[in-house]
């Protein structure tokens, strides 16, 4: 048996190395038809979330308008007593800090780890030019609080452009000079508070959800297709209206005299002086984030339970079985992929919700999203706002690892 050599294309050149071209073609063809999603993803998403992630242990604020005290601050071990040379340091950086006008950005810095100190550094600044040796002494007449070793500990972390000061603060906790970190006390603790508080709330709208949206789907799997072309449309229906709108009208019908309280007195519920209170606290909030977010959860489902045959149940009831035998038994274990797709989707979207707690909620129903706004927005603390936002991010992580482990992602079916 002689040996024929490699297999030769009409080109001459071997099949097997013509085919790997025709490979390499065809996949650098489909990688340039979706590199423009991976460049918008990446930019839009990747970069955005990283950003964030690093924002929420990093801060140079303080190390890069005070770099005397910083470098001083290196040395320090947080505990030991203060220097002079400590101070000539601080009042070097104080100096040029209120010449280039970074002086207010520093002050701040350092009173969000030691509340009370922002009108120290302003202070000071404004004089330290003036102060001659033993500084110690000088800072000390314009402000004895230059004495407290806590200040002085707050500058430390201040000091350091890596740290997880922000971390421990959006857990509740404080960060201290030395390393270590201190729970807060209890009247202090909110953000553990209202990640507990942001699930719960979350939890309940998909279980809501959940019970209003099953039969929902059910109806629309079942029905002739003109009845379920008609109801599928009213299900859609709120898509075609604004977010806003729609919360604006939740307003309108929670209110103490609003259609629901007036419906409650005219049917004999209430009576006209007890009317229910249903809007700026968390009832509200469920109420309006589990109408705006049921389409979520009927169209996966819907997905699911059409691809079920309906012979199923009729092959169940022809075997003994009872309607509740036949449901459980037949028809609601083959509904679970869509169970799960659409309770992640709408706990997702009900952990980031915004808009609709901060309209209907008021005070009580404030979530921890209102909370990473008002950072971003009004106290301008980005790095809180940011670690506040990791925290969270870990938190989706963790719940879509737990569906992957219960469900299956392959089985995730949205419709």
């Known amino acids: 048996m002689t040996d024929t050599g490699p297999v030769l294309a009409a080109d001459g050149t071997p099949l097997k190395k013509k085919l790997a071209q025709a490979l390499f073609v065809s996949r650098a063809r489909a990688f340039s038809l979706v590199l423009p999603l991976l460049i918008f993803i990446v930019a839009s998403f990747i970069i955005p979330i990283f950003s964030l992630m690093v924002q929420g242990v990093k801060n140079d604020t303080y190390s890069s308008n005070m770099p005397a005290t910083t470098a001083i601050m290196a040395e320090w071990d947080g505990a030991s007593e203060l220097t002079e040379d400590m101070f000539a340091a601080l009042v070097t950086d104080l100096i040029q800090a209120r010449a280039d006008k970074s002086i207010g950005r520093v002050a701040t ?3 969000r780890e030691y509340a009370g100190t922002r009108s120290m550094f302003t202070k000071s600044a404004r004089r330290a030019a003036k102060l001659e040796a033993p500084f110690m002494a000088a800072m000390l007449d314009i402000d004895e609080d230059w004495g407290d070793i806590n200040v002085w500990g707050a500058m430390k972390v201040s000091s350091q452009t ?8 959006a857990l509740d906790a404080d960060y201290k000079a030395d390393g270590s970190f201190v729970r807060l006390d209890t009247e202090d603790r909110i953000y553990v508070y209202l990640f507990v508080k942001t699930l719960a709330v979350a939890l309940a709208v998909t ?13 629309l799997a079942s029905l002739p297709i003109r009845q379920s072309n008609l109801l599928m449309i009213l299900v859609l229906l709120p898509f075609w209206t604004s977010l806003l709108v729609r919360t604006t009208a939740w307003i ?9 309280n007036n419906v409650f007195v005219w049917l004999g519920i209430t009576s006209d002086d007890s ?28 997905s699911v339970m059409k691809g079920i045959p309906p012979t199923y ?31 992640l989707l709408v706990f997702i979207l009900s952990i980031g919700y915004y808009i609709t707690p901060a309209l209907v909620g ?14 971003m927005q009004k106290s301008l603390n980005w790095s809180l706002a940011a670690a506040l936002g990791g925290i969270l991010l ?11 482990k219960v469900v299956g992602i392959d089985n995730m079916k949205m419709g």
Not at 207 to 219: D, I, K, R
Not at 313 to 340: D, H
Not at 364 to 374: E, P, T
């Open 162 to 169: 890596l740290s997880p000061a922000f971390y421990a603060a």
């Open 207 to 219: 279980l809501a959800t959940l019970a209003l949206g099953y039969p929902v789907a059910w109806l």
């Open 362 to 375: 008021g005070q009580d129903g404030q979530l921890i999203s209102n909370f990473i706004a008002y950072h």
């Open 275 to 302: 009317r229910f209170s249903l809007i700026y606290n968390m009832t509200g909030t469920i109420i309006a984030m589990t109408h705006i977010l049921l389409p979520f959860m009927i169209l996966p489902l819907f």
């Open 313 to 343: 149940l009729r092959a169940a009831k022809s075997l003994g079985a009872t309607n509740w035998t036949a449901f459980w038994r037949v028809y609601f274990p083959g509904t679970i992929p869509g169970i799960g797709a659409g309770a």
């Open 109 to 111: 810095r350092v009173n």
């Open 394 to 404: 870990v938190i989706v992580l963790a719940i879509y690892w737990v569906y992957d």
């Open 252 to 260: 309108a019908m929670l209110q103490s005299h609003g259609v629901l």
